[in-house]
């Protein structure tokens, strides 16, 4: 009670903000991540439409199986043993029509083989007596799975790994079942109907609903792997000539990210990465019927396994051209813009070709590309024979600020360019200061010139600049030059240093020469593969 007398003050406390209950902000949590979950399942999809069509055919043949034992007619028929059918329709069915049937003709061998074997086995325990009945099954299943893991392990017979495996579980439980029900040969005709029938139902789903070629998915990987490594090749010589060195990220930070603002090379690494997928498919290939626009038998699908190692190689190169972009040893930009045109030149021919290449094994034509490989090859000794002419900007005996014929920028860029950078390195820099000293002498020179001390300390600045930016290692040349301890000893130290820099743009030409030799060996293989695939002739 305070105030007048009567009066009574109730003091009512804030009002604490009450704590929102956690299970709206949960479930705004759970309708974000299955927003993101659909949106993530919608993309997956559409990146590849064939995805759906595959798990529709699935459900599809599945069903078809079901029906088998759902409908009492079949079931009476076959009773228990048609659950077969779907394990069969569920083991060997795959993407491809290919694929399918491959692990078809495996699986109807090994159950036939395997049933054999089982009917065989079971007929002489039986005839053995009762007690040597079941020693003879164990000794017999001892020695089928012995036998069959290890000529699955044999180099020549790992195609028909999945066959040996049937072999080993079907010989186990009709064997196994039979002995328990008595009749092992009514038990073993009733399991091999029943793999027949999922066999047959998953062949024909496969190949009439929506059918998932293996050649034709070959077919177009390979042409996708031609354009991939041309735009990676481009993109990597654009971004070596375009580079300057000012904002170039540390190697640890590009090795981790893997250079993940590079398109181009992402898919070049995916080429390199899908060189066992090409594999695959063109062994699947091989069990597919003539369809499409490969009408004809024994269509030539090794040619295109040879052409993949070729190309392969061809990526290689390219790997290493991206690994030379972003190493810490880098030629000076300056040093780099001085073959620009001709190393622009060899790369455009070089990706023209191999776009050419995809483009003719897409359409399925045949051209001759022998004006195409002569620009390629001029484009490339021309290139060799810049490098052999200036070879000596690659030595350690050439000093780039005493060389009037190396292309610099104009002394006003450069001061200004230069002193912007110096301004951004040292907090106590003022270009105004220096601007200052300058004017009072320039306004007394010509116009374009400075006076020669002044212009001497400009170029050992621009010297211990262009050291810092673009020599390796550059710390411990500041650390003589801050000191003033280049002494006669250390010259020829810190000129072979200069020399490794400026050797990185003799590595790079060199890896691009490289790759544009090894475009003779990709034109024979296309070449051999347009012949044994009798593709459409046409002249270039």
Known sequence: ?????????????????????????????????????????WEFCKEDTNRVKFAFKVGIAVLLVSLLILVQAPYEIFGTNIIWSILTVAIMFEYTVGATFNRGFNRALGSLLAG??????????????????????????FFIGTITSFMKL???????????????????????????????????????????????????????????????????????????????????????LEDDGLDHPEFSKTIMD???????????????????????????????????????FFYPWSEYVKVVVVLRYCAYEVMALHGVLHSEIQAPFNLRITFQSEIQDATKQAAEIMRRLGKDIGDMKRSLK??????????????????????????????????????LPSLSHTLSSNLYDLSNQSPDFDSNSVEKNLNPIAQNMPSGTLPPAQAESY????????????????REVDAFEEDGNLGTDFLPRMRALESTAALSLATFTS??????????????????????AKFKHENA
């Open 1 to 41: 009670m305070h105030g007048k007398k009567g009066s009574i003050e109730i003091n009512i406390l804030p009002a604490t903000k009450t704590k929102q209950p956690e299970f709206g902000k949960k479930f705004d949590n759970k309708a974000l991540s299955c927003k993101a979950w659909i949106w993530s399942v």
């Open 154 to 240: 044999w180099p020549s017979l790992v195609p028909y790994e999945y066959g040996f495996r049937v072999i080993l579980f079907t010989f186990c439980l009709i064997i196994v079942s039979g002995y328990r029900m008595g009749n092992p040969i009514r038990t073993a005709m009733d399991r091999l109907y029943s793999i027949a029938i999922g066999g047959f139902v998953a062949v024909l789903v496969n190949v009439l609903v929506f059918p998932i070629w293996a050649g034709e998915q070959l077919h177009k990987e390979l042409v996708k792997c031609f354009d991939s490594v041309a735009d990676s090749l481009e993109e990597c010589v654009k971004k070596y």
């Open 511 to 532: 890896l691009l020469i490289e790759f544009v030799a090894r475009l003779d060996h990709l034109v024979e293989a296309v070449d051999e593969l347009s012949k044994k």
């Open 116 to 141: 054999i074997l089982a009917i065989a086995v079971a007929q002489l325990a039986l005839r053995s007596g009762r007690i040597a009945e079941p020693i003879i099954i164990g000794i017999s299943i």
């Open 459 to 474: 170029h050992e600045m621009m010297r211990k600049q262009s050291r810092r930016l673009h020599s390796w290692p550059s």
């Open 370 to 407: 022998t004006s195409i490989l002569k620009k390629v090859h001029s484009s490339t000794e021309r290139l060799q024979r810049a490098i052999d002419m200036h070879s000596y900007l690659l030595t350690s005996n050439y000093d780039p600020h005493d060389n009037i014929s190396k292309p």
């Open 258 to 296: 893997e250079f993940p603002d590079e398109p181009a090379y992402q898919r070049c690494k995916t080429t390199l990465n899908s060189s066992a997928k090409l594999e695959t498919l063109a062994n699947s290939a091989k069990w597919e019927p003539p369809h499409g626009r490969f009408r004809h």
